[in-house]
């Protein structure tokens, strides 16, 4: 059983940049697939990013691409999100995941979560 913890979360301006952290307890074994989620108040939750634990080939929602960046350090059993000129609309609790198998972006599709870390961004 994989247990996930995120931190990095916190209160910024529009255009600053932040990075979260996911730890990742247990094997995380190659075939796994990571991902980043997010749920604004009064929201569904939504997919952010993923990637392969394998490889680290990632993919993004459209409304991230091009301002965050999803990466790991396998050593640390460790999934980061870079996330850069963010805006207002960024603002959510975000949530990292994990699942066995290839890359998916519903949230049913991922059996382990972690507790989530607060982003808040202030125009």
């Known amino acids: 059983q994989v247990q996930l913890v995120e931190s990095g979360g916190g209160m910024v301006q529009a255009g600053d940049s932040l990075r979260l952290s996911c730890a990742a307890s247990?094997?995380?074994?190659?075939?796994?697939?990571m991902g980043w989620f997010r749920q604004a108040p009064g929201k569904e939750r939504e997919f952010v990013a993923g990637?392969?634990?394998?490889?680290?080939?990632?993919y993004y929602a459209d409304s991230v691409k091009g301002r965050f960046t999803i990466s790991r350090h396998v050593a640390n059993n460790t999934m980061y999100l870079q996330m850069n000129s963010l805006k207002p609309e960024d603002t959510a609790v975000y949530y990292c995941?994990?699942?066995?198998?290839?890359?998916?972006?519903?949230?049913?599709?991922?059996?382990?979560w972690g507790q989530g870390t607060q982003v808040t961004v202030s125009s």
């Open positions: 990637l392969m634990w394998s490889d680290g080939i990632s």
């Open positions: 995941a994990a699942r066995r198998g290839l890359p998916r972006s519903g949230i049913y599709d991922y059996a382990n």
């Open positions: 247990g094997r995380i074994f190659s075939s796994y697939t």
